[in-house]
């Protein structure tokens, strides 16, 4: 009991006042305010450092792409002819051909203009380094005969069949029993070319699909060529609910448009379009079997505006009187193939040079296109805006934008259909227009002619 009575109650606020008597007075007394400013200032310095070091690098290396793309991959020089070469770029290096000896080979400095000269046609190889020390870049020289092309500028009716019959969508259907049939499903994709069905070559997709529908459900043998590789692949037709035979593919056999001729060679030959032929669902280059080209009317012009591009509507008639030429290829560059001596005859225009990409410039220049029904082709003023000598896009060397009052009140600038036109400078043919820009159709690109004749 003496124990007990000798333990005193605890007043709680004597508690609360010995608690705070036994904490530090304040927390600067430990961690000063100077102290604090001082550990965030290197983290703040670190951080800026590392932004401005990432701002340096994109610089740079945006600035690399840029030079890389003003020096072109593949350099073309007429034989016998004094050229200057000017890409204006901090690179120099060495030009050497197969046989050059060592003594032979000849120093360049593209920062300042070049002029070149060779007498033979032969093939040469520039091999420049930045600022003289870093390896940079390998050009291919080509030593090439001059060229003279007529511009044409007349718009076509293009016809064209694909090699073998081309798979553009996989789908199901419903079949006897009700439920979802997917024959084709894991066996055959879009952008396959179905060659033969069990050895038998095709001819069209008529033929195709009344060969599916005979099958009576056995199992066939597909030829098909995907990717450039030719193989076959094994597979059974289903019935769908009205008893035929299908695979549930969707199927194409032919593609046909409205474009524009670009020129014209001595021996007939001609280039068209600037760009190839892809299938609208794919978007893949279309690999053709055989061509033509057919007359055609402009009947109607769609003013291209803002967010949608305008469009020449042609009426094509394919009978066989109408076919004017043949289409023997369908590449990136454009469609190529020969003109009938009828059909040539009727191209007005002098034979020009070809422009080779080092002569294009900056500036004004023209095209060549047709806009009336039976109307001869016109030449329309545009302004060259940049060049792009090794763009990634082949097709979109040359952007350009139309300046002509006349063709802006037309069509509102550069319209589906246009494809082809070629452009003129300083009495040369220098490209084809192909492409226009979605959200300004005064605006569009060009390929270089010399790509299209790479073809």
Request: glycine share 10%; net charge negative.
């Amino acid at each position: 009991m003496e124990k007990k009575d000798a333990v005193k109650k605890r007043n709680p606020e004597n508690c609360m006042q010995n608690s705070a008597a036994s904490l530090p007075h304040a927390p600067s007394s430990v961690f000063p305010a100077h102290a604090a400013g001082k550990k965030r200032k290197p983290c703040l310095r670190k951080i800026l450092a590392f932004w401005i070091l990432m701002a340096v690098l994109g610089g740079a290396g945006g600035w690399i792409y840029q030079t890389w793309q003003k020096i072109p991959s593949s350099i073309r020089i007429r034989a016998g002819e004094e050229q200057e070469l000017f890409l204006d770029v901090p690179v120099s290096g060495t030009i050497y051909g197969e046989k050059t000896a060592q003594k032979d080979v000849i120093p360049v400095n593209l920062n300042r203009p070049l002029t070149v000269q060779a007498s033979q046609i032969q093939d040469y190889t520039m091999d420049v380094k930045l600022f003289g020390i870093v390896p940079f870049k390998q050009v291919d020289v080509h030593v090439v005969e001059g060229q003279r092309l007529i511009p044409a500028g007349v718009p076509v009716g293009i016809y064209i069949k694909t090699e073998g019959i081309l798979v553009i969508a996989e789908s199901d259907f419903e079949g006897l029993d009700h439920s979802r049939k997917e024959p084709a499903r894991y066996l055959l994709r879009a952008g396959d070319y179905i060659l033969k069905v069990d050895g038998v070559e095709l001819e069209g997709k008529k033929q195709f699909t009344e060969q599916v529908a005979a099958s009576e459900g056995k199992e066939l043998c597909l030829t098909i060529c995907r990717d450039g590789q030719t193989f076959d692949v094994m597979v059974t037709p289903q019935q769908n609910t009205e008893g035929v035979y299908k695979l549930g593919i969707w199927i194409r056999d032919n593609a046909q448009g409205v474009g524009t001729m670009t020129y014209l060679d001595e021996k007939n030959g001609f280039g068209a379009l600037g760009h190839g032929i892809n299938d609208t669902d794919t978007a893949d280059l279309m690999e053709v079997q055989s061509g033509s080209l057919y007359k055609t009317k402009i009947v109607n012009i769609r003013k291209g505006i803002s967010g949608t591009p305008g469009e020449l509507t042609g009426v094509i008639d394919y009978k066989k009187e109408n076919r004017i030429g043949v289409i023997s290829i369908n590449s990136v560059e454009g469609i190529f193939g020969t003109l009938s001596q009828e059909e040539a005859d009727e191209i007005q225009g002098e034979a020009l040079p070809v422009g080779l990409k080092q002569e294009v410039k900056k500036g004004e220049a023209q095209i060549l296109s047709c806009l009336e029904e039976d109307g001869a082709p016109q030449l329309y003023t545009i302004e060259i805006k940049a060049l792009h000598l090794d763009h990634d896009n082949i097709n979109r060397g040359i952007e350009i934008q139309v300046t002509d009052e006349r063709l802006l009140e037309k069509t509102g600038g550069i319209v589906q259909g246009m494809s082809g036109s070629p452009i003129l400078q300083n009495g040369k043919i220098i490209g084809a227009v192909t492409h226009v820009f979605v959200n300004d159709p005064t605006r569009g690109y060009g390929i270089f002619i010399e790509n299209m004749l790479s073809h």
